[in-house]
């Protein structure tokens, strides 16, 4: 809300980008793309997903939180705009034990 920050993270300016990780699945008529941080038992998921393949091309953004592994909220964008999380993937590390980014490794 407009002046009442509801979360900030982390909490430290410097080296902030090591605090997250991004995964991305990649092939012809599809791109699964997302950005996520943990804070103690929670993980927040920002994701940007394609599927060219479906009739129709379905592109879905939104947030998902688990915690301790199991999905507590899921929201979408109500019309997925011009988001820019793919540019994140230059600057924070890459989440290795992601099942996305396994799927491809």
Not at 54 to 73: C, L, N, Y
Not at 80 to 88: M, Q, Y
Request: include cysteine.
């Amino acid at each position: 809300r407009s002046g009442n920050v509801e979360l900030e993270f982390p909490r430290q300016r410097p080296d902030s980008w090591k605090a997250f990780r991004y995964s991305r699945y990649s092939r012809f008529q599809v791109d699964r793309f997302s950005v996520s941080f943990s804070i103690r038992d929670h993980t927040y998921t920002l994701f940007d997903n394609y599927e060219g393949e479906m009739e129709p091309a379905t592109h879905e953004a939104g947030i998902t939180i688990t915690r301790s592994g199991k999905t507590v909220g899921e929201w979408l964008c109500r019309c997925p705009g011009s988001g820019n999380l793919r540019a994140l993937q230059s600057i924070v590390p890459c989440d290795q034990d992601d099942v996305l980014t396994g799927a491809r490794l």
